[in-house]
């Protein structure tokens, strides 16, 4: 149960910050591929800052381990398949006890993780609507 809940909860942050990395992309050809050199001057010095940022590759860094995609989500479903199957070969009573008391306290921290992230997106989402 609380395996699945902790796949979907990265599926969906990993998916957001994907949705994040398009809509950037989606900004810069836009920018790019529209009128550009028939507006003002001064228009056309913001659509040059668009333009030169967006050639530098976005991405969102979480907690500073990995970028949040679908690609940064599927590399760690990898390893946390091999972290399983890994977990399953060990024939030892005494490597399985250390995997389940560091096991628990891998599940502790993530779900530390995982509120304080929570926490922090309400926080900033407040902040944002009450701005507007």
């Not at 950037?24 to 040059?48: E, R, S």
């Not at 891998?106 to 997106?121: M, N, P, Q, R, V």
Request: include cysteine.
């Amino acid at each position: 149960m609380f395996m699945s809940v902790s796949i979907i909860y990265m599926f969906l942050a990993n998916y957001m910050g994907q949705i994040i990395i398009d809509h950037n992309n989606h900004v810069f050809l836009t920018a790019y591929n529209g009128y550009w050199y028939v507006v003002p001057l001064h228009v056309q010095k913001l659509i040059l800052f668009l333009l030169q940022r967006g050639t530098k590759t976005f991405k969102i860094v979480i907690g500073g381990l990995f970028v949040g995609s679908l690609e940064g989500f599927a590399t760690v479903k990898h390893l946390l398949a091999q972290l399983q199957n890994v977990y399953n070969k060990l024939q030892d009573e005494y490597e399985n006890d250390i995997m389940e008391k560091y096991g628990y306290t891998g599940k502790c921290y993530t779900a530390a993780l995982i509120s304080k992230t929570i926490f922090y997106f309400w926080m900033y989402a407040f902040d944002y609507v009450s701005s507007c």
